[in-house]
């Protein structure tokens, strides 16, 4: 009887242990930082085609890590997408004349925001909570530039 005890008490530490990197692996996929969250400021940028970016794509400056898109909408006046950015305050802010581009990492890699801090200058405001990133650069849409290429072999080859 104490060894079917002991038995199912090594069976039951297995299961617990797998269950724990279970749900370890889970937050990792999921790219869970940290249960509570850090301090974030929102800002907004407006884009002509923002390709295959998602909720949750990444917001970089430089390769680091800096914030995640927290929301696509569709401005229904001008519909222009509109991407809000949750950037940690850790980071600091950035001067009104930054830019935002959609960027790809890799060839065919997942798309993030990449933002390129603007001059900081006597009479450059900071941008803080709400406000607009002015300066933008869609995504390049890889079909796009294929036709485009096409296109332009077939009138090279009707001269």
Known sequence: MQQNRQLELWVGTFVLA???????????????????????YQLKARFDNIGGLKVRSPVKVGGVTIGTVSNISLDMETYVPVVTLAIDKKYGYFPETSSAAIL???????QYLGISPGFVDEGIMMLENGDFI??????????????QVLYSIGNEGDK
């Open 18 to 40: 797998g269950i724990i990197a279970l749900l370890v692996l889970v937050f990792k996929v999921a790219d869970v930082k940290s249960i509570g969250g850090a301090e974030t």
């Open 104 to 110: 790809t990492s890799g060839l065919l890699g997942e």
């Open 134 to 147: 002015e300066d933008t650069k869609s995504a390049l849409v890889l079909e796009d530039m294929i036709g």
